[in-house]
């Protein structure tokens, strides 16, 4: 009798290696690849806020800046922990800017240091 090979169930310390070898590649200048290891990691884990704040940065190293907010949006909605949501709220700012919603940005980088003063 021929058994079903099955795959191993997904754990936590995949989507941590996959961020590990994102920010390495991310490191090295090859967004693009550290951007497919986290739509992966983001597709076995979808809600993982680390991974979901993760490729918002990485998408905006890629000029990807609505997918960047889209991702930070989402992280946000995740009621992150204070340490995450003052670098999602940067990146957030970041990626208005160069995305040319300057009005956005300011108002977001207003959001960053109100929270920065409050915590």
Known sequence: MI?????????DNDTKVL???ASV????GKESRAATLLEYALEKDPENTS???ALGGV????????E???MIDA??????APADLDRLLLVR?????????EGEARAAMQEYINQREAS
Do not use: I
């Not at 058994?3 to 754990?11: F, H, K, L």
């Not at 590649?25 to 090295?28: E, G, N, P, Y």
């Not at 700012?93 to 919603?101: D, H, V």
């Open 51 to 53: 991974v979901k704040k």
């Open 59 to 66: 998408y905006t190293l890629l000029n990807r800046y609505e």
């Open 25 to 28: 590649l991310t490191s090295q």
């Open 3 to 11: 058994r079903a090979m099955t795959q191993p169930e997904w754990t």
């Open 19 to 21: 961020q590990v070898l």
């Open 93 to 101: 700012s970041e990626a208005l800017w160069k995305g040319g919603r």
């Open 68 to 70: 960047a907010l889209s």
């Open 75 to 80: 992280a946000l909605a995740d009621n992150p």
